[in-house]
């Protein structure tokens, strides 16, 4: 199983990113996925996540308006598009795979984003 993530990178305030994570070693159509973030310090905590068929997601409030999960099954990728980046927005991200039904769980290593100018 692999979770590889891409995108990250040094951003100044007000600007936009575009994560990706591709996925293998599994069938991606039956997880759902997620972005978490990390702060030096802090928990990981929930970003963004969406449902196995894309059909809903989550937020958490603070990046609603601004970042959009979403993903593509047919080519086993998610992405999660930032915009109106915030220096609080500056973390490592991970991508996250999971299945309830099957209990899996599965993280990628993660991909820095730093919003600074």
């Known amino acids: 199983v692999q979770l590889v993530e891409s995108g990250g990178a040094l951003v100044q305030p007000g600007g936009s990113l575009r994560l990706s994570c591709a996925a293998s070693?599994?069938?991606?159509?039956?997880?759902?996925m997620a972005w978490y973030r990390q702060s030096p310090g802090e928990e990981r905590d929930l970003v963004a996540a969406?449902?196995?068929?894309?059909?809903?997601?989550h937020y958490a409030d603070a990046v609603k308006g601004r970042f959009t999960i979403s993903r593509d099954n047919a080519k086993n990728t998610v992405h999660l598009q930032m915009n109106n980046l915030k220096p609080e927005d500056t973390a490592v991200y991970y991508c996250?795979?999971?299945?309830?039904?099957?209990?899996?769980?599965?993280w990628g290593q993660g991909t820095q984003v730093t919003v600074s100018s």
């Open positions: 070693g599994f069938t991606f159509s039956n997880y759902h």
């Open positions: 969406i449902d196995s068929p894309g059909e809903n997601t």
């Open positions: 996250n795979a999971y299945s309830t039904r099957l209990n899996r769980n599965y």
